[in-house]
T-cell receptor
Framework: NAGVTQTPKFRILKIGQSMTLQCTQD?????MYWYRQDPGMGLKLIYY???????DKGEVPNGYNVSRSTTEDFPLRLELAAPSQTSVYFC??????????FGSGTRLTVV | DQQVKQNSPSLSVQEGRISILNCDYT??????FLWYKKYPAEGPTFLIS?????DKNEDGRFTVFLNKSAKHLSLHIVPSQPGDSAVYFC?????????????FGSGTQLTVLP
């Protein structure tokens, strides 16, 4: 049972670099989400998707982009990394709000 | 503007005693509330939930209480065990007609002392 798989687990980026955080789920969930967690803060929603081909902004979308070409995959793209994007990123999928399954997170540091 | 607040960043409890974690919310449109538990280097995992039509939900050692008039919910863990040591997040959602999005509190680090 893989659940939600995130890669990489850790990454250090230089300011201005770009990268893609990968997220894959094998539970056939329609809903997928990207959250970020800053120290001492709750998880904040970046983007979400209700199904393949459909994405929408969450609370903190600036500086990020997403795509959902398949039910399984929901990559998060950072185009021009900034220190403010240093955070732990969690991908999740669900069929209901109680059914959220989170990945183990990607710890990103921008220097 | 935090719509879900957990005002206690940390809580220490002796093994076998009761742990009470608190959560307040400001959005009266929230109609579903959840608690998630998070261990270091792992993603949050669902623990227990409650609908706004109820005031209590129990699952084994875990009970969630909801006071809608006070916009307050609490998680009781009885008896507390060292394995319960984790960060606990309160979350809330409302029916927006699309995918229900969760709004999270900032978390409370629970430490259960043996």
């Amino acid at each position: 049972n893989a659940g939600v798989t995130q890669t990489p687990k850790f990454r250090i980026l230089k300011i201005g670099q770009s990268m893609t955080l990968q997220c894959t789920q094998d539970m056939n969930h329609n809903y997928m989400y990207w959250y970020r967690q800053d120290p001492g803060m709750g998880l904040k929603l970046i983007y979400y998707s209700v199904g393949a081909g459909i994405t929408d902004k969450g609370e903190v979308p600036n500086g990020y982009n997403v795509s959902r070409s398949t039910t399984e995959d929901f990559p998060l793209r950072l185009e021009l990394a900034a220190p403010s994007q240093t955070s732990v990123y969690f991908c999740a999928s669900s069929t209901t709000e109680a059914g959220y399954t989170f990945g183990s997170g990607t710890r990103l540091t921008v220097v | 503007d935090q719509q879900v607040k957990q005002n206690s960043p940390s809580l220490s409890v002796q093994e076998g005693r009761i742990s009470i974690l608190n959560c307040d919310y400001t959005n009266s449109m929230f109609d579903y509330f959840l608690w998630y538990k998070k261990y270091p280097a792992e993603g949050p995992t669902f623990l227990i939930s409650i609908s706004s039509i109820k005031d209590k939900n129990e699952d084994g050692r875990f009970t969630v209480f909801l006071n809608k008039s006070a916009k307050h919910l609490s998680l009781h863990i009885v008896p507390s065990q060292p394995g319960d040591s984790a960060v606990y997040f309160c979350a809330a959602s409302q029916d927006s007609g699309s995918a229900r999005q969760l709004t999270f509190g900032s978390g409370t680090q629970l430490t259960v002392l043996p």
